[in-house]
């Protein structure tokens, strides 16, 4: 390295880091950039069910089938609503006389599913839907034009067209 900082008289420090910044620039415009349909994306058809806890009787029928399922934190499109149905709600209360739980209903709450249909990239470690990643079990917080509410996938099945 000489006086002016180029390495072999050639090529100068500043010219590398400018380049790796300009490498990390590119990787970052990619990665964010992608674009944020599920239709956009590609690739396997998949239907997936997400379970609303704890809903009052009727909070299903608000739903509509055919609406566009967004994920309400980044506003990414995961998917089309194409079914809704409810379930009673059980919950797990104490038995004082056994010193147990039991599994007891809970009158006037439900659990909402909604199904959902989206184009998929599947690898061994992930289901994404565009840059959403579908988990069994993750919390997800979605919304359409009906509706808004959060809850957990409980469901993901391939689906053939």
């Keep these: 390295m000489d006086e002016n900082f180029r390495i072999a008289g ?7 880091i400018f380049i790796i910044m300009a490498l990390a620039a590119i990787v970052l415009l990619r990665r964010f950039a992608a674009p944020k349909t599920a239709e956009a994306a590609g690739g396997v058809p998949i239907r997936y069910t997400v379970e609303l806890n704890r809903r009052e009787e009727g909070y299903g029928k608000n739903i509509k ?4 399922l967004y994920d309400s934190e980044k506003g990414y499109e995961i998917g089309k609503i194409t079914d809704v149905y409810e379930k009673p709600f059980w919950d797990s209360v104490p038995d004082v006389s056994g010193k147990v ?5 809970a009158e006037g709450l439900v659990n909402v ?8 990239q599947i690898s061994e470690r992930s289901t994404s839907v565009g840059q959403y990643d579908l988990l069994i079990g993750k919390t997800i ?10 809850g ?3 469901e993901i099945d391939r689906t053939e067209r």
């Excluded at 089938?65 to 566009?68: F, S």
């Excluded at 909604?114 to 998929?120: G, N, P, T």
């Excluded at 917080?141 to 959060?150: E, I, R, T, W």
């Design 113 to 120: 599913y909604v199904v959902a249909e989206a184009q998929a």
């Design 65 to 68: 089938v055919g609406e566009t």
């Design 141 to 150: 917080f979605v919304k359409s034009p009906s509706f808004s509410a959060g």
């Design 101 to 105: 739980y039991r599994k007891a209903y």
């Design 152 to 154: 957990y996938v409980v």
């Design 10 to 16: 050639k090529v100068s420090l500043m010219d590398i």
